[in-house]
């Protein structure tokens, strides 16, 4: 593969193919069978499970013996990270990165203006405020403050946290504010007055929806579609609600009429409404989404007031409306009158051939077919306009940025200029102005915010954050390792340029996995200060599982063919070993969420390959996951434990089961928050307790508030990022 070669102030993307070493799989079925572990159930029923699991009272989150368990935990963990003489510099550190006022406020289009959500030192819940573009392109934006979310917190004696705001398009003067207690996924929903900056209150006939994990969005300015708890048997469950109604302003929430029902034994998420509106603001279709399960859903559409079907794959993703078409991207193979479609394509057609009753129009493939990727790309953002479509297309985990316009002979596409070796995102669009906001940053390069005028594919740069780390150390190089299967698994390492390779460089390495999502170059300052700058080597491995070459990279680990991600994972790991990067004694690795799985799994199937683990808000006990709130909505990805055969395959890698006494495991550092309502925190509990009773050396932390996004406060963000990197840093540093 071809080098780029660049300054050497500047970052550099090496793309090198290099040597690769295949491993041999692990039949961890086999080792457990001859020689299970002391807490292996021997009956992988939920009751035989949950009879071997001596750990159960961790699970109920404000149980007496869990807060007993939470602060001895939590007080050994702050002793050996706060107590390091490196915690307070990084501390500091961190908490300057985070509360920086020289961030690029992150923008939508707000009415006439922009709007913008801001958490700084002084305001660490933050503001939600507006400006005008004009003033926003200037070095000193006048920004009006709409909502003082601290101010509010006092005011209310609520640890409330801003989870976003939804507007009532074109004028966008109403909006719904979403407030969450503590960071939780669950919000309260109020009705916000731009205009007189203040909410709209019941007795002014101003909607506000008890706290729950809502599906809503407005239909017009007096009716909201709204899927909600709606009392018993109104829920999946996951804990998410099936059932979608009509709320009128004005009337109570037991009020509302039932417009579209799935079912209590729906998987996913919860149905969805979409309502998706022309550049004027008028509707031009009702959709709503019902998930079969993770993956798998249903689309219908309300027509002259009733639901019905669409023809479409289980496997999609719909992407807007455009003069009547359906712009939507199936996940599967899919062939729709005699007509063949490759997963991963972005597809044009009118919402009418799509049933019920099908419009006798006739369809050109060719002119359907807006872009099919190439078996290294895969489509990954997409923004549809009037009349054009932006998106961007990964090219080998890389970011490109296209602009598809439809003509009688189908579509033409585009390239709009983004900085080579960088990962690319869409922001905000405005139908009404044919704009929309594009990101650009790379692992030693930060971000640029840039507004595209879509008509024409001219890119306008509006803002460029500062360096927070001296980048002209490092060089980035992206190489691939040779899993156990021989797939090519590609990965990307940042370090530094005059790194010996002995095998003595600390090695973070990352990794997901899971949920089709994907992980280009993305500028992390925290990392950059804390470790990079300290002579530190970061790794981000692009494994299977995720997104980054379509729907087919995400589907070959999922269910019974979760080891291939482990594989691909460990395989990486090996791969830096062989080119001398680092080695066992200086290599860590880092999870969170499903990142968790594939941690604690790595850290039980190949201890010997680590000496560190930050396994973080992680799902870890995926033998009871689905019994943990709001584990079902996620069968579709791991497989159902309930059933014998999905049960025997999950077995032979959850980590919590799989732990032995006799084994030597690094000092793992597992940490969690009390308020996470999406991945329970009894995983990391119960993890911990485990590693405790075999005698392995551990540290667990679990923080009071903040959720599954720890994006309540910076300040107690910057907390946690120097907990990680001091652990870190004494593991593979010292």
């Not at 316009?405 to 585009?414: K, M």
């Not at 799989?658 to 550092?669: A, D, G, T």
Request: net charge negative; proline share 7%; glycine share 8%.
């Amino acid at each position: 593969m071809k080098s780029l070669f660049l300054s050497a102030a500047l970052p550099v993307l090496i793309l090198a193919a290099g040597p690769a070493l295949a491993l041999a799989p692990v039949d961890s079925a086999a080792v457990a069978a001859s020689n299970p572990p002391p807490h292996f159930p021997r009956d992988l029923s939920p009751e035989g499970v949950r009879a071997a699991d001596d750990h159960l009272a961790l699970e109920e989150v404000d149980g007496v013996e869990a807060r007993a368990f939470v602060a001895a935990e939590n007080a050994k963990s702050l002793s050996a990270l706060t107590g390091d003489r490196r915690y307070e510099p990084f501390r500091q550190q961190a908490e300057a990165i985070l509360t920086a006022t020289d961030r690029i406020p992150g923008v939508s289009f707000l009415g006439e203006g922009l709007g913008n959500f801001w958490q700084d030192a002084a305001n660490p819940k933050g503001v939600w405020r507006r400006t005008t573009l004009d003033s926003y392109r200037s070095n000193q934006p006048q920004w009006e403050t709409l909502l003082d979310i601290d101010a509010l917190a006092r005011a209310e004696g609520r640890d409330w946290v801003f989870k976003g705001a939804n507007c009532l398009a074109p004028d966008e003067t109403r909006c719904l504010i979403n407030l969450s207690d503590g960071g939780k996924d669950a919000v309260t929903v109020r009705e916000f007055d731009l205009i007189t900056k203040t909410f709209v209150t019941p007795s002014q006939g101003g909607f506000v929806i008890p706290e729950g994990k809502h599906r809503l969005t407005w239909l017009d300015r007096d009716t909201l579609l709204i899927a909600t708890d709606f009392g018993p048997g109104t829920m999946t469950e996951s804990g998410y609600p099936f059932i979608v109604k009509s709320l009128t302003r004005g009337h109570p929430l037991a009020h509302a009429t039932e417009v579209y029902r799935g079912q209590q034994s729906d998987g996913g998420y919860g149905v969805s409404p979409m309502v998706f509106r022309d550049k004027a603001g008028a509707v031009e279709a009702v959709l709503f989404s019902r998930p079969l399960d993770t993956f798998r859903s249903e689309i219908w559409r309300l027509a002259d007031g009733k639901p019905v079907k669409l023809s479409l794959p289980e496997r999609v993703a719909v992407e807007g409306v455009m003069g009547g078409n359906l712009i939507f991207s199936p996940d599967q193979a899919w062939t729709f009158d005699r007509q063949d479609y490759a997963a991963g394509s972005l597809l044009s057609l009118p919402i009418g051939v799509l049933g019920p009753v099908r419009l006798d129009i006739a369809i050109d493939a060719d002119r359907a077919t807006i872009f099919t990727p190439t078996p290294r790309q895969s489509l990954q953002n997409v923004t549809v306009l009037s009349d054009s479509i932006v998106a961007v297309v990964a090219d080998n985990v890389v970011g490109t940025l296209k602009r598809f316009t439809p003509s009688a002979s189908g579509w033409t596409a585009t390239d709009i200029a983004v900085p080579a070796n960088s990962a690319v995102g869409l922001g905000d669009s405005s139908k009404a102005k044919g704009q929309v906001f594009v990101s650009t940053q790379g692992f030693l390069t930060p971000p640029t915010l840039s507004l595209a005028e879509v008509s024409t594919g001219a890119l306008t740069e509006l803002k460029s954050a500062p360096a927070k780390f001296d980048a002209s150390t490092h060089v980035v190089e992206q190489f691939e390792a040779t899993s156990t299967d021989g797939t090519k698994i590609p990965y990307f390492v940042t370090r530094p340029r005059d790194l010996a390779m002995d095998g003595t460089g600390p090695t973070i390495l990352f990794g997901y996995g899971g949920f089709q999502a994907s992980f280009p170059p993305a500028y992390k300052p925290e990392m950059g200060k804390l470790w990079l700058e300290n002579g530190g080597v970061f790794v981000q491995a692009n494994i299977r599982g995720g997104g980054e070459f379509g729907p087919g990279w995400h589907q070959a680990a999922l269910r019974e063919n979760r080891q291939r991600a482990f594989d691909d994972f460990a395989a990486v790991a090996r791969d830096l070993e062989q080119r001398r990067i680092t080695s066992p004694r200086h290599l860590g690795i880092y999870g969170r969420s499903n990142g968790g799985v594939l941690t604690s799994v790595s850290i039980t199937q190949h201890p010997e390959l680590f000496n560190a683990a930050v396994i973080e808000s992680p799902l870890i006990d995926m033998l009871r996951y689905q019994d943990l709130p709001a584990g079902a909505s996620w069968i579709g990805e791991y497989g159902d434990p309930r059933i014998p055969g999905d049960a025997a395959f999950i077995a032979r890698y959850s980590a919590y089961q799989q732990l032995r006494p006799e084994m030597k495991y690094p000092r793992v550092y597992i940490t969690t928050n009390t308020r996470d309502d999406r991945v329970h925190p009894g995983h990391a509990r119960k993890f911990a307790a485990r590693l405790g009773d075999q005698g392995h050396d551990h540290l667990y932390y679990e923080d009071t508030a903040g959720g599954h996004s720890n994006d309540a406060d910076p300040v107690a963000n910057a907390r946690r990022w120097a907990r990680h990197y001091v652990y870190l840093s004494q593991q593979l540093m010292d």
